[in-house]
Every structure is written in C-alpha cells, then in structure tokens.
C-alpha cells in the first residue's frame, strides 16, 4: 500500500479456521475460512452462489456469530465481544452497504444520511451539514432533498454509501452493492467505492459475483464451499 495512512500495516480483519453452520449443523456455510486483511485495503470477495459470502460479511459485521475459528476485527476477538461492544464495533467502527439499499422511504437522502448519525455527539446542524459533505462526495448534492423512490437504482446505491460512511468507519462492508444496478452503474458505484477508499485511508471489502468489477479492487479473495481457495 502505497497510502501513508495505511503504511502502518495494522491489522484490519484475522479469520482463521471460521466456521458457520445453519440448520442444527446440516448446512454448513463457513468451512474453515481463513482470511486476513490490513488495514488500508481493498479487498473484493467473490465466489459463486450459496459459497459463504454474505455469511462471511455478516460474522465479520457482528450481526452473527461463528460456531468455531478465530475472528479478530482490529484486534477485537468476534467470541469475546458482548452485545454492547459489538453493536458499538458495528456504528462506530464497521460501515455496512447492501444489495438492497435499505433506505428509508419516506425520508429525504439527506435525512437517511442523518438517521444515521443517531444517536450520536452531533448536534442536528452538524448531522446535517455530514449529510450534504457526504452526499456532495457521492455527487448527489442536486438531489439531496429527492425521496428515494424518486431516484435511480444507481443514486440510492450511492445514499446508501454516504449513509454507511457518516460516522467515519474504519473498516467498510458492502454486500453485492452492485448486484441490482446494470454493469456500467455498478463499475461506477464501484470506482466511486475505490476512490472514498483511498481519500479516507479506510479498508474496504467489497463482495461481488462479477469478476470484472472484483478486477478493480487491490486484490481479489475467491470463496469456494466456505472456503478461501
Ligand atoms: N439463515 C440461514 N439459514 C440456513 N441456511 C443459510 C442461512 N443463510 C445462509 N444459508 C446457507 O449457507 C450457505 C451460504 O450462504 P451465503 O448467503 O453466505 O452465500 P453467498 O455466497 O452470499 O451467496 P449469494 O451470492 O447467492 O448471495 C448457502 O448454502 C445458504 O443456503
Ligand atoms: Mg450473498
């Protein structure tokens, strides 16, 4: 990594030996995954359907938990964390963008935006003026007052990151950000991911089924029957 706020090298993501099993063990998601990621990163995870990926994402996000491995996020152990610790991991530390954006739709993107920051040590002003910054980045400054419904799959995606980034997260999840847009949209979405990336110093790990857009990351982790291949 060239970036001088990531020359430190620091640790972003250990899994080592992660597995997840569902349905009283029948289905057996995570098989032993491996991974590391330094802080600083982008990383894209690809792998076909049904390989392991959004379970990966959402061990690594704390929103469930592995059944055996070792999981660290910045040198936090997923198994020792407690409820508290791992919802303030997930606000304050991780930001999560999805396949679905998951935007509230009777609020304006700048309101989504600030919904966010909520609750939080900024004052609504200050939660307001973050919301238009951040939307001004994603370049939807015009349409900040726009309800959702009323924007393109592309510019929801890109609320949906200026929402994932209010609260400065150092590690950035993003779940087939790309999956519902048409390819030029998505390799769009997916520049823009890069650029942020690279301006804040942050690590980003992007899962993508598409093998053209992955290219674009510094480096591509494949998935194959939950396990790194
Ligand atoms: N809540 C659940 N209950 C039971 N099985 C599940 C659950 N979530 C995932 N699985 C199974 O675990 C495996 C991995 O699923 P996962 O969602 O991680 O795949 P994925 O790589 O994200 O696939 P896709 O590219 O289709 O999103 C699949 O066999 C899936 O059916
Ligand atoms: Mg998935």
């Known amino acids: 990594m060239s970036d001088a706020k990531n020359a430190n090298g620091a640790q972003a993501i250990r899994a080592a030996g992660l597995v997840k099993r569902y349905q009283n063990g029948q ?19 690809c792998g076909p359907s049904g390989c392991g990926k959004s379970t990966l994402l959402n061990l690594i996000a704390g929103i ?21 610790e791992t919802d303030a991991l997930r606000s304050g530390v991780i930001g999560l963008v999805f396949q679905l954006h ?21 004052t609504a002003a200050q939660r307001a003026a973050r919301a238009e910054e951040l939307l001004t980045r994603v370049g939807l400054a ?16 890109r609320v949906a990151v200026a929402r994932a980034l209010a609260n400065s997260p150092k590690l950035l999840l993003a779940d087939e950000p790309t999956g519902a847009l048409d390819s030029k949209t998505g390799g769009q979405l997916f520049e823009l991911l ?6 804040l110093g942050m690590t980003l790990l992007v899962v993508t089924h598409d093998e053209h857009i992955a290219a674009r990351a510094g480096r591509v982790v494949r998935i194959l029957d939950g396990k790194v291949c």
Not at 79 to 84: C, F, G, M, Q, R
């Open 64 to 84: 469930d938990r592995p059944d055996a491995g070792e999981l660290a996020v910045f040198g936090k152990r997923a198994a020792t964390l407690t409820e508290v």
């Open 27 to 45: 289905i057996t998601a995570l098989d032993g995954l491996d991974l590391e990621v330094r802080a600083g990163e982008f990383v894209a995870v």
């Open 102 to 122: 998951n935007l509230l739709p009777q609020l304006t993107a700048a309101e989504n935006v600030q919904v966010a920051m909520m609750p939080g040590e900024r």
């Open 194 to 199: 890069g650029e942020i990336q690279r301006e």
């Open 142 to 157: 015009h349409r900040m007052n726009a309800l959702p419904p009323t924007l393109s799959g592309g510019e929801r995606q």
